[in-house]
């Protein structure tokens, strides 16, 4: 470092680390973060509140380990590995997101330490890799498939269900919304198409009122003096602008010369827009619902009709809607007869808590569904979805991919085993690594222990004491019991694809970490 | 500082602010512009061969970049002395033509220079030294000629052009998938190649990557890949053996460039302006629907009343497709680019077997797949990793492979890596030093010392001991007067790169010694640096 500066090499305010200085940096920074993470592992883990630094200095508390690594600035670049990965495990999988980066923390703990008994990092990679191997076909065969029988299918996915919420705020109500997110999901008759599955969060109530609708909810007010309740309804869904009709035609102004004729403009323009809205009448509908806002002429002239219009529904909600209706998202209204109208059972006004919504029942698409949370607070509904989103991704996933695992650590303890066996078939330095992935594997089991105040060195031992004397032992952490337990009996399940995630991401984090030996900063950008 | 007077006894001002300036005059500037090169190269020594390893590199913005792409490094390092900016485009140089060797090139010119320095201690005039690098570049090219054998391979044997792939990939991240990643990228190459001609255009295979996934999942799209999506959310997401136009104009109503105005002062004008617009619109879309497109692809935006026009149509449309896209596509599918509605006929359009919109993860992420193009002269990659640093470092390294298969296709020649063809010309320069009278005897003797200083730093790398296991290569060489002998970084227990496949193509080789003796040329020929001093 000292070096390269004096010569001025790299520009002032640059920094350069080598060899194991840039790789303590690197250690101390990944290893940091995933402590950082580490309590809100397992179902006693613990939650963060998190400050934003914006105006309000809004306050956000969550377990989610991708929320947290979201929002905390690191400026390690190691960390910055960690923080990346979690997010797209968030964004792979949904799940699993503390524990890819509690992983690879441990991952480079245990490096660290043979790095310090002069082992050559590429040797320390090699380990890992084979290792990482090793695991994932351990993995692959010890995973179960329920998916021919759809009874057994939905006990694994509400198992599933359970196991992920059970580390989260709604763990108290799990079977409730364990239900909740598998019944969702179900209706999805497994097109995986999470879009159709709508969350509304109302405060007031308490969190075991929250529940699953079968039709559409969308949060928005009837214009006034229109029908709150139609039958048979015959929805067109649009997009265009019914306050004032803009002129397209670049360059086009207004240009009068006396008050009549400002008069007969817009007069013009008004007729303009009843035309407008008598078009859009004239397709036979009885419920019209535009994504841009709708002024008070039209609005009068659909009551007149009859028509219930409902305006500003944005981007999001009027794809799904269209989507949910099955009618398509118009923005020219000249030939009626082609254009494919929603429909559904029933629209009416409903009231939750203090607020009106509407509601859409017996609609064409029969998958969507609407789960309206309620919570005593924003920060309680805002975990709860964030905890409903993750199982919802989880079950998703699942669907995709029936294979399941057991929870509670107990395909880690089943991967390190096996490692370890392989490791005692390997010659050379390599196997010293492979033992320390085993004992990485392991750490994620004592680390949801110790979360949960248990005594993690004696679970773990007696674990490992149970996996070595019966070959397909199926015991894993109690959390509850504080001891070791039969993960079926328990009923913990977890899904095969986020387990085999945390797994190859987290090695394939910690070996780009472990690749580098050179850290090289650049002066920081100068503001303003 | 030089100082002169003219009769009067005043200074002359030779250089504006000269006092301000700092200045390194004779060897002392021939020793620091060494001493700066030095320093770069010594960043990269460790990231050469199989087991080199990466440097961390955070931008200015704090963005982080894992790597270990001798290009790369340097270009972000961000260097700021005027010598060391030469090693990066030197470094660069390579890369622009060859795309692999990167790292080697900077070590080989740090090596040279590191020895000129001991040259000049010993009192030689920096040309000579130079000169004598230049003759000992040529013997140790022509050793290259002399060493080098012919690589076949054919369309049907893609064999031996893996395996090249293969090495070049075995020292970056993709090392646990380098055999299924160098198919990807020699089927790649392949697919574009013009093997008369002997020429790959390398614009037409496009790296695209979506971070998310498994390195595993990676694949070869024997067509097109657009980071964009249908514009209306309704339109059909699948398409089948579709007629493609390629339009360049928007979905809008014009905007002409002369600056004009449209003065509306009755209600007839403003009916027919109304009229007007409306048709403009129809028109638009009838004219595609007209000349049998069943897909347009265009570079603008749309309207929300064209959007709802196409969709109407049963015209499913992409937007805002950026130039080389529109260009690829065009090459593909063999369409026209038309740049006005008055001029789209059907002879114009283009076709595509599948026309698919893929979704990824729990995102809303969505690219759009084109693929069965009749003109199967364009192919993507498209690379999944763990995160964006891993993605990013793939597709450096797929690059790297894929110009390595290139240069094949252009030049069969190759000799074998390991260190082997350094240690075959240090023999030969070493060789054709002794000949030699003079000061360039010395140079010569130096040159051949830098060569190994490759074998070197790749024992280094590996783990060998590093003098033992060049001397031990070096004597068998001489002994065997085998050149394909080198250092054995993966430790599978043979010496023989062939056995190994482990080989570079000549082309590069043969750059690499030129460039990094040219640049060794050019430094050793400054004997002045003026530089404005640091504080103002």
Not at chain 2, 119 to 134: C, N, T, V, W
Not at chain 2, 181 to 191: G, N, S, T
Not at chain 2, 354 to 377: A, H, Y
Request: proline share 3%; with cysteine; charged share 25%.
């Amino acid at each position: 470092m000292a070096l390269s500066q004096q010569s001025g090499i790299l520009q002032q305010g640059a920094s350069e680390e080598r060899g194991e200085n840039a790789r303590m940096a690197s250690f101390v920074g990944a290893v940091a973060v995933a402590d950082l993470v580490k309590s809100t592992l397992g179902p006693k883990g613990m939650d963060k509140i998190l400050q934003s630094m914006g105006r309000g200095q809004e306050v956000t508390i969550t377990n989610d380990g991708a929320t947290i690594l979201k929002s905390i600035y690191v400026d390690n670049p190691a960390a910055k590995v960690l923080v990346d990965i979690s997010k797209v495990q968030d964004d792979e999988v949904g799940d699993g997101t503390t524990s890819v980066v509690v992983f690879a923390g441990e991952l480079l703990r245990e490096a660290e330490l043979l790095v310090n008994q002069k082992v050559h990092p590429m040797t320390i990679i090699a380990g890992y890799r084979e290792a990482c191997d090793c695991a994932r076909s351990v993995l692959e065969s010890i995973s179960f498939n329920n998916q021919s029988d759809p009874a057994l299918f939905r006990a694994d996915l509400l198992n599933i269900a359970k196991t992920t919420l059970s580390s989260k705020i709604l763990t108290v109500d799990k079977e409730h919304f364990a239900n909740l997110a598998v019944d969702a999901i179900l209706r999805l008759k497994g097109n995986g198409n999470l879009e159709a599955i709508h969350i509304i969060k109302k405060t007031g109530g308490t969190l075991q009122e929250s529940f699953l609708d079968e039709g559409f909810i969308l949060d928005k007010k009837i214009g006034v003096g229109q029908p709150k309740r139609i039958e048979d309804a015959r929805i067109l869904v649009a997009n265009t602008p019914m306050d004032t009709d803009k002129i397209k035609i670049y360059g086009a102004r207004v240009r009068v010369d006396s008050m009549a004729k400002v008069a007969d403009i817009e007069a013009a323009e008004k007729e303009k827009m009843r035309e407008k809205v008598r078009k859009i009448i004239d397709h036979g509908i009885n419920c019209f619902i535009n994504r841009q806002l709708i002024y008070n002429l039209p609005e009068e002239m659909f009551a007149d009709a009859g028509v219930m219009a409902i305006e500003h529904a944005d981007f999001d909600g009027i794809e799904r809607l269209a989507l949910v209706l099955g009618g398509e998202i118009v923005s020219t209204f000249d030939n009626p007869d082609t254009v494919k109208l929603g429909h559904c059972k029933l629209i009416e006004e409903i009231m939750i808590g203090e607020d009106r919504l509407i509601h859409f029942s017996g609609v064409a698409l029969g998958e969507a569904c609407t789960i309206v949370l309620r919570g005593a607070s924003t920060h309680i509904l805002d975990e709860a979805e964030r905890s409903l989103h993750d199982a919802l991704c989880v079950l998703k996933e699942t669907v995709a991919d029936a294979r399941v695992v057991f929870g509670g650590g107990w395909p880690e303890i089943r991967m390190a085993k096996a490692v370890e066996e392989l490791a005692s078939r390997t010659p050379g330095k390599k196997a010293l690594a492979m033992e320390a992935f085993a004992r990485a594997l392991r750490a994620l089991p004592a680390t949801i222990c110790d979360n949960a105040g248990l005594d993690s060195a004696e679970i773990v031992a007696n674990l490992k004491a149970a996996h070595g004397a019966e070959a397909d032992s199926r015991m894993g952490v109690d959390v509850v019991r504080g001891e070791a337990g039969d993960m079926a009996v328990l009923g913990i399940y977890e899904s095969f694809r986020v387990r085999q995630q945390v797994l190859l991401s987290g090695t394939e984090a910690a070996e780009i970490i472990l690749r580098v030996d050179d850290i090289i900063k650049c002066a920081p950008r100068k503001r303003g | 500082m030089s100082l002169a007077f003219d009769e009067y006894g005043r200074p002359f001002i030779i250089l504006r602010e000269q006092e301000r300036k700092s200045r390194v005059k004779g060897i002392e500037a021939v020793k620091a512009s060494i001493m700066a090169a030095k320093t770069v190269a010594r960043t990269l020594r460790s990231s050469l061969g199989p087991k080199g390893m990466d440097k961390m590199l955070q931008s200015p913005d704090g963005d982080v970049t894992i790597t270990n792409d001798g290009a790369t490094i340097l270009e972000m390092m961000e260097v700021e002395n005027q010598i060391g900016k030469l090693m990066v485009e030197l470094s660069k140089s390579q890369d622009h033509e060859i795309g692999d060797g990167t790292t080697g090139v900077v070590v080989l010119a740090g090596a040279l220079l590191e020895h000129a320095e001991s040259l000049l201690d010993m009192g030689m005039h920096p040309l000579r030294i130079a000169e004598g690098y230049e003759m000992a570049c040529k013997v140790a090219t022509e050793n290259l000629d002399n060493i080098k054998t012919r690589f076949e391979f054919s369309r049907e044997d893609i064999e031996p052009l893996v395996k090249t792939c293969m090495t070049t990939l075995s020292s970056k991240v993709v090392g646990r998938l380098k055999r299924p990643m160098a198919e990807i990228c020699v089927k790649a190459v392949l697919a574009v190649a013009d093997l008369e001609r002997r020429d790959v255009n390398l614009d037409l295979i496009k790296v695209e990557g979506k971070v998310g996934g498994k390195m595993e999942d990676t694949r070869l799209v024997e067509g097109i890949v657009i980071d964009k999506e249908f514009s209306h959310p309704q339109m059909p997401k699948d398409l089948r053996d579709v007629k493609v136009a390629i339009l360049t104009c928007p979905f809008e109503p014009p905007k002409p460039k002369t600056k004009h105005k449209v003065d509306i002062d009755t209600v007839e004008k403003f009916e027919a302006l109304r009229e007007a617009e409306r048709t403009y619109f129809t028109d638009m879309v009838q004219r595609c629907k007209d000349s049998g497109a069943q897909l347009v692809i265009c570079q603008w935006g749309f309207d929300d009343e064209a959007n709802h026009l196409l969709m109407h149509q049963n015209l499913p449309a992409v937007r805002w497709v950026g130039g080389v896209e529109i260009e690829l596509l065009a090459m593909a599918t063999g369409a026209r680019i038309v740049p006005r509605f008055q001029e789209l006929t059907a002879d114009k359009l283009g076709f595509a077997g599948s026309v698919k919109e893929l979704g990824f993860g729990t995102t809303k992420d969505k690219m759009l797949v084109i693929e069965g193009c009749p003109n199967l002269k364009a192919v993507t990659i498209f690379v999944r990793g763990g995160n964006r640093m891993v993605l990013d470092e793939i597709k450096r390294s797929l690059h790297d492979a894929i110009c390595v298969a290139r240069n094949l296709v252009r030049d069969n020649a190759i000799v074998y890596g390991g260190g082997a063809a350094e240690i075959s010309c240090a023999l030969a320069v070493e060789e054709a030093a002794d000949k030699v009278t003079g000061v360039e005897h010395y140079a010569m003797r130096a040159f051949s010392d830098a060569l190994q200083a490759v074998p070197l730093a790749l024992a280094e790398n590996s783990g060998l001991p590093p003098i033992e296991s060049l001397t031990a290569v070096k004597k068998r060489q001489l002994e065997e007067s085998n050149p394909y002998l080198g250092i054995d970084c993966n430790d599978t227990g043979t010496n023989d790169m062939r056995e190994q496949n482990v080989f570079e193509t000549v082309i590069g080789k043969k750059q690499q010694l030129f460039l990094a003796t040219q640049v060794c040329k050019m430094i050793l020929k400054i004997d002045d640096v003026i530089k404005p001093s640091d504080f103002e």
